[in-house]
């Protein structure tokens, strides 16, 4: 009797340990699937930063970067569990914990960068981020990866047709596999890092993700062709596990809500500066870049759109489209 109350007790001391920082216990590990020198390293920084400014070194930040804690859906599910404490995850990830999140893949619904920041920041962005705690999950604030371009190494690509044929990774993201699809690409899903040995192997043609993606992890040195499709805005979320912040004060919860907003803040900057120097980097580093008749893109995925009605309301898709 006495062996079970003490194994009881041990237990709950632990529970008690992983859902809330100690005075000792106040490194906080953060995950995200780039390098440290990519947009998302800028942006754990800027938290880490902003938390240890503000906490007066109450809480210090150890980032995980290059997916050393896992691909995206593992870090979710380490943040519902606890074993992960922050993270920075593209939407691609979220799409199984919070649907809704979803339809800002929907292609060519965000017309700039502009008004992507203005949907996320306004009510329709903000109700989604207060999805997130149901499923043990804090949503500290949108971040961002910029519009994802292609690149591959068959062939420039300038119109639909072009890209027709191509084996193209893609994000395990059912809206984008639709709309390739529609285009008449051959969408591969994979996780991010099998995708420099895929692509080096000729398993795949190409991929398609932000300039800020392509720049960082230097796929200049393994993709001959970019083309500036702009075809999908690319949110990324920075991420909190509910078990550590609902244990904190009132105060903290504020100073985490801050540097959330700060990481998002870093990441914006991060894709203006990279949306200026970007395509010239890339030419430099030997890639031959295209602009792209972005309009007959758009018309190749039209036909798709009644399937994204079906996932999402229309309400919702008319009043992003429509936001000014």
Known sequence: MRKSWLAATILAACAAATSLPSAAQNTLKMAYALSASSHYGAGAEALAKSLEA???????????????LGGEREVIEGLQIGTIDLAIVSTGATLNFVPETGVFDIPFLLRDLQHARTVLDSKIGQDMLAKFPSRGIIALAWGEQGFRHLTNNVRPVKTPADAKGLKIRTTENPIHITAFRQI???PTPMAWPEVATALQQGTIDGQENPLSVITSAKLSQMQKYLSLTGHVYGPALVLMSANVYEGLSAADKA???????DS??????YVDNIEKTGVEQLKKEG???????????AAAV???YPEYYKKFDKKLIDSIRDTK
């Open 264 to 269: 998002a803040q870093a990441m914006r900057a």
């Open 54 to 68: 503000s906490t007066n070194g109450k809480y210090k930040v150890q980032q995980f970067a290059n997916s050393a």
């Open 302 to 304: 039209e036909p798709a």
């Open 255 to 261: 100073n985490f809500d801050k540097a959330g907003k």
């Open 287 to 297: 890639m031959q870049v295209s602009e792209v008749d972005r309009a007959a893109f």
């Open 184 to 186: 008449g690409i051959l």
